[in-house]
């Protein structure tokens, strides 16, 4: 049984490696369009995030492991690009925060909506709610193992 499982999780290891491949070359291809680099895009992501509503340059920097001043320019760099802007807090006037442009969500959402479409209907589609539910988890605990090994690089100096 435990054989099984090995071949299995090497199978589902290998095709998770092309599904981020995929998503690499899909995040590039964005990132050319817009005219920005993968680091900025990433920001943009954030900005796009419905359940983000207050992103601060600090939630930034931390998400993306930058220093505060990297964020800064990068932000510069968004802002005259038209893709994002900064505006104080309403109640807490120190905290600066950062939202995406009507026009930066336009153009990220017409390369991100026919992609999502296409999923829709050509990969969640043919899954049960339970079987969905699976993947879920699935990815879920992926994601949480992938961001444990970013936070140990990330604490690294050198390769050795």
């Known amino acids: 049984m435990s054989s099984d499982l090995n071949v299995k999780g090497y199978v589902v290891g290998q095709a998770m490696q092309r599904y981020q491949a995929a998503v690499d070359d899909f995040d590039r291809e ?7 680099n993968n680091t900025d895009l990433r920001c943009l992501e954030m900005l796009l995030d419905e359940q983000e509503s207050e992103v601060t340059p600090r939630a930034i920097a931390d998400n993306l492991g930058l220093t505060t001043g990297s964020v800064t320019t990068m932000l510069d760099r968004l802002e005259r690009a038209g893709y994002l802007t900064r505006a104080r807090h309403t109640s807490d006037r120190r905290k ?3 939202h995406a442009t ?3 969500r336009e ?3 017409k390369m991100l909506g026919p992609m999502l479409e296409d999923a829709t209907q050509n990969v969640t589609a043919h ?4 079987e969905l ?3 879920e988890r699935f990815v879920t605990r992926a994601a949480e193992v992938q961001r444990r ?3 140990r690089l990330r604490a690294r ?4």
């Open 149 to 151: 090994h970013v936070e």
């Open 133 to 135: 539910d699976v993947v």
């Open 102 to 104: 009507p026009a930066g």
């Open 96 to 98: 600066v925060l950062v």
């Open 157 to 160: 100096d050198t390769l050795a």
């Open 107 to 109: 153009c990220v959402w």
């Open 30 to 36: 964005m990132a050319r369009l817009l005219g920005v």
């Open 127 to 130: 899954f049960t709610v339970d």
